[in-house]
């Protein structure tokens, strides 16, 4: 069992309509990543939280707008988005140090229509 | 050439053969390694982790080559739920997790 939750599961929203995605992580990690994985591709970062502070942005579009509320929390807010974001987004954790293993939430399929 | 490049396969296999995975990464700098698991529409999960010259696990070893750059995945007598993609992750600067594309190996009864 993941010890990483992501709410909802499964999400479909219009390309006017804004939601979040959620996570939240147990394990006591200090580093946490939203990821994006498109059908038979491996996941792609977007954006990394150490210690609570946005420490990497791989130059994510506006509309895709991270927050890290404290050490166990982190969303992901969506605003105008294009079909083409249609993908499952990964959360994970990890000990803030590189180098090491991290670990994945069960993911939020999204679909935008 | 790419961070972390791997074979996409598929690897189709009968139940019980032994199969093998390779990874090659570019940065010579990196210390560990990683082999996550996803199964289809699921998360990737941990499989092996390599910070030596290898790891093994049961019917799971994994082998580091530090002169040649890769890192090999074994898998001995394979079952029906080892059917899965196989992604080779190496660390590449600070907290950032490169992918390979993945391997696909279908077992087969």
């Not at chain 1, 954006?47 to 791989?58: D, G, P, R, T």
């Not at chain 2, 196989?86 to 993945?102: A, S």
Request: with cysteine; charged share 20%; glycine share 6%.
């Amino acid at each position: 069992d993941t010890e990483v939750t992501q709410t909802p599961k499964h999400l479909v929203m219009g390309m006017t309509n804004k939601k979040s995605l959620k996570c939240e992580q147990h394990m006591g990690h200090r580093a946490m990543y939203w990821y994006k994985q498109k059908a038979k591709k491996p996941p792609e970062l977007m954006f990394v939280y150490s210690y609570e502070k946005l420490s990497i942005n791989e130059s994510v579009p506006s509309r895709f707008s991270p927050e890290c509320p404290n050490s166990s929390l982190l969303n992901l807010h969506l605003h105008a988005l294009q079909p083409e974001d249609s993908a499952l987004y990964l959360c994970a954790s990890s000990q803030p140090r590189g180098g090491t293993e991290a670990f994945f939430g069960q993911g939020t399929r999204l679909t935008v229509v | 050439r790419k961070e972390v490049e791997q074979d996409p396969g598929p690897f189709n296999v009968p139940e019980g053969a032994t199969v093998a995975f390779n990874c090659t990464y570019s940065n010579s700098a990196s210390q560990s390694f990683f082999w996550y698991r996803q199964d289809c529409r699921k998360e990737p999960k941990l499989l092996m982790s390599v910070y030596s010259s290898g790891n093994e696990d049961g019917r799971f070893t994994a082998q580091l080559n530090r002169a040649s750059q890769y890192i090999s995945l074994l898998i001995r007598d394979s079952k029906l739920s080892d059917s899965a993609t196989y992604l080779c992750v190496v660390p590449t600067g600070f907290q950032k997790l490169v992918f390979g594309t993945g391997t696909r190996l279908l077992v087969s009864p």
